[in-house]
Structure formats: C-alpha cells, structure tokens
C-alpha cells in the first residue's frame, strides 16, 4: 500500500493516469510567466566561440547601453545572451558545455578591465588600463621591427624582420588568423605560426 502512495506521487504516474496524458495543459504550465533572455537584445551578432579550435557558431544578443565618458561617449553594447547559431555549418546550433556558458567570459565577476605591469628592474607590480597597455604594445612592435629590420642579407634583398614572431592559439578562427596572417607580414615578420597546426 506505501509503494502504490509513493507511485502515485510521480508526476508523470499523475500524468499518464490523469486527462493530460500529453503533458500539453495544466501539467506543463509552471503558473509563472518567464521573459526570454533574449528578449532585451537589441541587436544579434554572429560569432565564433572563443575555446576549444572547432569553430563553432554562436548567436551574441547585445542591448545598447549609455557610452563611456558618463554617458557622453559612444553606445557600448552588453552582451545579454549566448546561444549557438543553427546556421553555422559547423554546430548547427549546438554547443558544449564551456560554449554554452561563454556569457560568463563578458559578464562574469572575475573578467579583468586592467592590466599588471613590473616596470623593467622593477619589484612591484602596477596597475595599467587596456589602452595604455595597447599603446605600449604597438609601440614595442614598432620599435623591435625598427632595431631587428634587414634590407638584405648577403646580398639578397630580404626585407624582413627578424624583431618579433607570431604564435596563435588554437581558439583562434580561420578569418583572425588570415587578418593576423596578413598584419604580421606587412610588418615583415617570417616567424608566424599557430598552435593547431604544431
């Protein structure tokens, strides 16, 4: 008698033996209205996840927020969703695990807005905004590419650098590394190689 009260407290036991046998009505409804997450987007865009060297697609829903500069600046964009995108031949929509909680790579607490700099012979470490960290980088390129570059070498014009190299990693995608294929040999770098193909 105990085990025929405990079957009859199984949701889908309710189901089968009651008028919603489809689960289509009353057993379905949760009695609370949920918005979509996607809801509050303004914008879709198409793009690629960051991990793993597969590729596949991902649908990025943004809201437009107030810009920098107290809201004087340009609109920035939020990221408000992740969902894998059904037109990429690659996933068709589907994403594992680490793809489907990408959000958490634009969202999450822990995401870094600063960068730790040691001065050269310095002993602590100081905190540099993303520009000035960019700015520093372009200037460093620039400057090893000035002091490394060679018009020829034994008599053969060879225009190159040999100042810098290029090591992609395997999250990049086919169009980042043709865009980074193309930077690094404008700049007349011949060390460029990527880690998916070592």
Known sequence: MGSRRRIGSWPVYRQLTG??????????DSGKFRQARTSTADAVVKSVCPYCAVGCGQNVYVQDA?????GTGPPRRKVVQIEGDPDSPVS???????GSASLQLTTGGSRQYKVRYRRP????????????????IADR???????GWQWDVDGDRTRRT??????????????ENYLIKKLFTALGAIQIENQARI
């Not at 068709?92 to 680490?98: I, Y």
């Not at 390129?141 to 002091?147: D, E, N, P, S, T």
């Open 66 to 70: 107030p810009g920098g500069s107290g």
């Open 162 to 175: 040999l100042g810098f190299a290029s090591l992609g990693g395997a999250t990049l995608d086919n169009e």
């Open 121 to 136: 012979f310095g002993t602590e470490f100081e905190d540099l905004d993303l520009d000035t960290a960019m700015d520093m």
């Open 92 to 98: 068709r929509g589907r994403l594992c695990p680490k």
């Open 19 to 28: 008028p919603d046998r489809r689960g289509l009505g009353a057993a379905a």
């Open 141 to 147: 390129v620039l400057a090893a590419r000035r002091q």
